[in-house]
């Protein structure tokens, strides 16, 4: 097929096919590809504002005592930051963007299962946000208590902490209607021939994170009703005054907030699963493997929440079982990584900005992973427990990992449905300007923590002075590096080199159809006569 | 692990360190070596086309998921046997009761001694039962190695050994609001005969006022030597001028007997222009023992 008559001018693309024009093209579309660049578009705009506040945050941790604001406004910050990162960016951003952009297209589909549905739930999101947005700037103002909400605390702060959790339970109801809509896709709209065992590994760990989506969100639901309910009729849940208990909050936060970390990995492990094999243009080294340990780490993960609270003061037996519980899921991942790794072997690779970000994400990821056992192993967790220990290793994991995964596949993915690509030398640039930033920020954390810096923490000790320091310039050289990926990758998607349908090489199914893809992606329901990754029938040299 | 053998609770701890630390970095050199070794042997311009199609060798799966399994069972035991240490409280160790509150620490002995300090005497082991009184703190000692939450309506405990004499580091480790971060003080461990001599000693001069300011943590925020924390120093404030804000309109007052004693019972009335509202209220002082505060307070000058 010749791409050239594909571009985002011509009318079968899905940019131009619509009878309306404007934004409600755009905000009432049901069309997958549509929705998924409304919430691309809508997380990356939280993620920038979030990046923003971190920022903020560490020029004030810059030098001890007051650099830049007062001990209210960096905690609120700190909260804002937390809350928006996960809840706003990271948790919808991998389904939402990229798994509504790719998942359809991947399995041979024209659309998920309930179009409706995929649009209600953006719709949800955007609600949720403004809700969010809304408790920073009216009532007590922007909450105060860490995004982890923790009781008696949140429950006698003064800011607006009631609206923005509100807004957070609206997030979640999104996150479960996204979830309930790729599980039944995946199930029922395969192509012909798109068997489990051809099932690209993307969608494998989509569908492994579409289970943690539909059953840990309620519980997430019903924990943040309770603190309103706490706070407004001061029902006594969680405060020992009224004969509650605080621990009981921490286990059923955890419960949800845990497997929301496998929301946020489990895709980002599926784009490298894409991104290493069509790269090094060799079958992805045990699929078989890579999808179980998906399904693993999301069974696994879901019995771990505990390995917060080691130092709460549950039973000594309970941190036994959630110490040992969290070792095992270590395993799964081992065994990814080293399926990666064994999947360059003797392969021909070429190291272009899709691929650096996801060899940087298996170093990354790595570190992350490690220093996860110093944390799950129960003496030495002790120590590092609320330090800026776990702050390092939450963002070697979070971004590190999803994020560079996910900066990897705006890399990979974007082109297809923009039709253009970005410049390759300033994208590699961006990449090593913000690996390095990224390690000299996040190491440095980590090392703060093993001297005993806590997190959270407004001000600190002089002995701290000099390592936070490094840490705040690292930050100012991942900014940069950030800064110039993203005006690199737009102005590509506006006004760059076209792409054909198949620039990188790769066997999946999204790459036989035009860039961008017609508004039903193929002209006739496609049969699947290979696996995801046999780049000999690609039709590729 | 014999809790006989344990010397202290950083012995039993920083081996288990060693042990993840030491096999982590191992593994993670060895990731990324063979990483970096295939992607510069691999690369296009020196292999144009794969020269291997293999899709997987259940040997190495096999391989690579028994050989980490065993292990993290290592890490695991091996964690879990430094943690018992943390839990197992030596025979004969001292007690102290902390109590934490926002944004203050108090220490108080069997003898009934109470200091905001934690002082201990060097090479005996010392058990300290946590309190919270309002919301969650947490009791870190980064040279012990020790950290377990203080959580309300329920006690917690922690121990350890202050091997040499000096001053250590204490933080309050769970977020707990505006003055989390300045919510620090230090373990003083000293020479076992110079501890048992300030154990005993009966500060016969102190102000009882000043003991029930430590006691209800309020130098925490007020400093009694002019020094700045999160509320107004207490020396000097008697008589001098200060600015809030009442009825949205900004007023003056001079600080006096009335304005002392209403600004401890109903702290948020008159809050001192450039100072954050958010002292809590003390519903369980009694008149008198207010009357004895405002008395000390003015008697810093």
């Not at chain 1, 979030?50 to 909260?79: K, Q």
């Not at chain 1, 969680?238 to 059923?252: A, N, S, T």
């Not at chain 1, 270590?330 to 003797?346: C, D, E, G, H, M």
């Not at chain 2, 014999?2 to 060895?30: E, H, K, R, W, Y």
Request: aromatic letters at 14%.
């Amino acid at each position: 097929m010749n791409s050239s008559e594909y571009s985002p001018a011509t009318p079968s693309s899905f940019w131009n096919d619509t009878g309306s024009s404007g934004i409600t093209a755009w905000i009432f579309s049901t069309d997958h590809k549509r929705i998924g660049l409304l919430y691309f578009w809508s997380v990356l705009s939280f993620f920038l504002v979030a990046v923003v506040l971190g920022l903020l945050l560490r020029i004030e941790l810059m030098a001890p005592g007051r650099t830049i604001m007062g001990p209210e406004t960096y905690n609120a910050l700190f909260t804002v930051h937390g809350a928006i990162m996960v809840f706003l960016f990271i948790i919808p951003g991998f389904p939402g963007a990229f798994g509504n952009l790719v998942m359809p297209i991947q399995i041979g589909a024209r659309d998920v299962s309930f179009p409706r549905l995929n649009l209600f739930s953006w719709w949800l999101y955007m609600i949720g946000a403004a809700v969010i947005i809304t408790a920073l700037f009216t009532g007590g103002g922007a909450p105060d208590t860490g995004w982890t909400f923790y009781v008696p605390f949140s429950a006698r702060s003064g800011t607006n902490v009631s609206l923005a959790v509100f807004g957070v339970f609206i997030v979640g109801f999104s996150s479960i209607v996204t979830g309930v809509n790729f599980v039944t896709t995946i199930h029922r709209l395969r192509a012909p021939g798109m068997s489990w065992d051809r099932l690209p590994l993307f969608v494998w760990s989509l569908y492994a994170t579409a289970w943690v989506q539909i059953l840990a969100t309620p519980i997430l639901g019903i924990t943040l009703l309770l603190i309103i309910a706490e706070r407004v009729l001061g029902v006594g849940l969680f405060d020992p005054v009224k004969g509650g208990d605080p621990v009981m909050y921490q286990h059923l936060f955890w419960i949800y907030s845990h497997p929301a970390v496998y929301i946020m990995i489990l895709p980002a492990m599926g784009v490298i699963s894409e991104i290493i094999p069509v790269f090094s243009r060799k079958p992805v080294f045990g699929y078989k493997m890579i999808a179980f340990s998906s399904i693993a780490i999301a069974a696994a993960g879901s019995l771990v929440w505990g390995h917060h609270m080691f130092t709460s003061g549950i039973s000594d037996r309970a941190i036994l079982i959630f110490s040992f519980l969290t070792f095992v899921v270590a395993i799964p991942s081992a065994i990814k990584v080293f399926n990666w790794v064994s999947t360059l072997y003797r392969g021909s690779i070429s190291l272009e900005a899709p691929m650096l970000y996801a060899l940087s994400f298996i170093i990354l990821f790595s570190i992350g992973g490690l220093t996860g056992l110093i944390l799950g192993a129960a003496a030495t967790d002790i120590h590092v427990h609320d330090t800026h220990f776990v702050v390092g290793h939450f963002h070697y994991v979070i971004f590190g990992g999803s994020g560079f995964a996910l900066f990897g596949a705006m890399h990979y993915w974007l082109p297809k449905f923009y039709g253009r690509r970005y410049a390759e030398k300033p994208a590699v640039v961006a990449w090593g300007l913000m690996f390095v930033g990224f390690n000299i920020t996040y190491f440095t954390m980590m090392v703060l923590g093993m001297k005993g810096m806590p997190r959270r923490y407004y001000d600190y000790l002089p002995e701290f002075a000099p390592l936070n320091l490094v840490a705040t310039v690292g930050s100012w050289i991942l900014a940069v590096g950030l800064v110039l990926m993203l005006v690199n990758l737009i102005r590509g998607l506006r006004g760059g080199e076209p792409v054909g349908d198949n620039p990188w090489g790769g066997a999946t199914l999204e790459w036989t159809v035009p860039s961008p893809p017609p508004t039903e992606n193929f002209p006739e329901e496609p049969v699947v006569t290979h696996g995801p990754y046999d780049f000999s029938k690609s039709g590729m040299p | 692990m014999d809790p006989n053998l344990i010397t202290s609770t950083q012995a039993a701890v920083d081996p288990v360190f060693m042990f993840i630390f030491g096999a982590c970095l191992l593994l993670l050199v060895g990731i990324t070596a063979v990483m970096v070794w295939f992607v510069i042997r691999y690369h296009r311009s020196r292999a144009p086309a794969p020269t291997s199609c293999c899709e997987g060798n259940v040997w190495l799966e096999i391989a690579w998921t028994l050989l980490p399994t065993l292990l993290v069972l290592a890490m695991f035991y091996y964690g879990w046997a430094g943690y018992l240490a943390l839990r197992n409280v030596p025979k004969g160790a001292m007690e102290v009761t902390a109590t934490a509150r926002m944004w203050s620490w108090n220490f108080t002995y069997t003898n009934g001694k109470s200091s905001s300090k934690l002082y201990v005497p060097a090479g005996k082991p010392v058990k300290v039962n946590l309190v919270a009184t309002d919301v969650l703190h947490g009791f870190y000692l980064p040279a012990f190695r020790v950290k377990r939450d203080l959580v309300p309506g329920m006690t917690n405990y922690a121990w350890f050994i202050a091997t040499k004499p000096g001053s250590y580091d204490l933080f309050c480790s769970q977020y707990c609001g505006t003055g989390h971060s300045a919510m620090i003080t230090t373990v003083e461990a000293l020479p076992p005969a110079e501890f048992l001599a300030w154990l005993n000693h009966r500060e016969g001069g102190e102000h009882r006022g000043k003991e029930l300011l430590e006691k209800h943590g309020c130098l925490g925020c007020h400093s009694l030597d002019g020094s700045a924390k999160i509320g107004p120093t207490f020396k000097g404030i008697y008589r001098s001028s200060v600015r809030f804000m009442a009825a949205g309109k900004p007023m003056t007052a001079t600080v006096d007997d009335a304005y002392l004693t209403e600004s401890i019972v109903k702290p948020s009335a008159k809050i001192v222009e450039g100072f954050p509202a958010i002292m809590p209220t003390y519903p369980d002082l009694t008149v008198e023992e207010v009357k004895v505060m405002v008395e000390f307070i003015e008697g810093l000058k």
